[in-house]
């Protein structure tokens, strides 16, 4: 299981606010739940999943700005894909409080 931080950025857009192009990409991962579980952060989207899923999520939500119009997209995805045990995003948070 690898967990992937992404953050779709449309460019060129008339308007500052990026609150609708968010709850577009929500709604996508949203149809995706059957494989994978995600996490809408203030700056970007936490999602987990196999690997071969999440490249599959992720070219979808790229996607969402052109459909709606915008000519030009730069996403960025920092992935953590751990192989010697399986770790969810809740397990990474549990194992930080617990040392509080």
């Known amino acids: ?15 500052p606010s990026m609150s609708e192009d ?3 990409v929500q709604k996508v991962l949203d149809r995706n739940t059957d494989k994978i579980t ?11 999943g196999e690997l ?5 999520v ?5 996607e ?4 709606n119009g915008i000519e030009r997209v730069s996403t960025n995805i920092r ?3 751990r192989r010697d045990k399986k770790v969810s995003m809740e ?6 409080e617990q040392k509080l």
């Open 1 to 15: 299981m690898a967990i992937v931080d992404v953050t779709v950025v449309p460019l060129g857009t008339k308007t």
């Open 22 to 24: 968010v709850a577009e």
């Open 38 to 48: 995600y996490k809408l952060t203030p700056m970007s989207t936490l999602i987990e």
């Open 52 to 56: 071969d899923d999440l490249f599959d």
């Open 58 to 62: 992720i070219k979808q939500i790229h």
């Open 64 to 67: 969402v700005p052109f459909k």
């Open 79 to 81: 992935l953590d894909d």
């Open 91 to 96: 397990d990474k948070v549990e194992s930080v």
